[in-house]
C-alpha cells in the first residue's frame, strides 16, 4: 500500500504557472503508474495526465495538452504536475493517485490510491 500527500497548490493569476507535488511513502513509487486528476466545485472527478511507471510514457487530457506536464522521480519518490498557462477553467482540487498495474488508465476506477488533493484557484 502508498501513502500519497500533493502539495504546491495556491492562487495564481491567468497565464501563470503552478507545479504541483505528490510525496508518495509506504511502497516505492516505482510500483504503480500514476495519475493527476481534478475536481471542480459540482463537477465529477476527471482525468489530467498519466505516467508510466517509469516515466517514460506520459498521457495528457486534451483540455491540458501543451499546458501541464506530469514527470516523475522515483528516486525522490515524487511525481510532478507542472501547470503553465494557467486559465479560470482550471480552478479545482488536484489529486494524485495510485495504480499498481502498468495501465496509464484514465478512470477514476482504475486507481487505488488517492491523495487527499491541492487546491488551485486561478483568478481572472
Known amino acids: 500500500q502508498v501513502h500519497l500527500v500533493e502539495s504546491g497548490g495556491g492562487l495564481v493569476q491567468t497565464g501563470g504557472s503552478l507545479r504541483l507535488s505528490c510525496a508518495a511513502s509506504?511502497?516505492?513509487?516505482?510500483?504503480?503508474?500514476m495519475g493527476w486528476f481534478r475536481q471542480a466545485p459540482g463537477k465529477e472527478r476527471e482525468f489530467v495526465a498519466a505516467?508510466?511507471?517509469?516515466?517514460?510514457?506520459?498521457y495528457d487530457a486534451d483540455s491540458v495538452k501543451g499546458r501541464f506536464t506530469i514527470s516523475r522521480d522515483n528516486a525522490k519518490n515524487t511525481v510532478y504536475l507542472q501547470m503553465n498557462s494557467l486559465k479560470p477553467e482550471d480552478t479545482a482540487v488536484y489529486y494524485c493517485?495510485?495504480?499498481?498495474?502498468?495501465?496509464?488508465?484514465?478512470?477514476?476506477?482504475?486507481?487505488?490510491?488517492w491523495g487527499q488533493g491541492t487546491q488551485v484557484t486561478v483568478s481572472s
Open positions: 493517485a495510485a495504480d499498481p498495474s502498468h495501465r496509464m488508465a484514465t478512470s477514476v476506477s482504475d486507481y487505488d490510491f
Open positions: 509506504g511502497r516505492t513509487l516505482s510500483s504503480y503508474a
Open positions: 505516467s508510466s511507471r517509469n516515466g517514460i510514457t506520459t
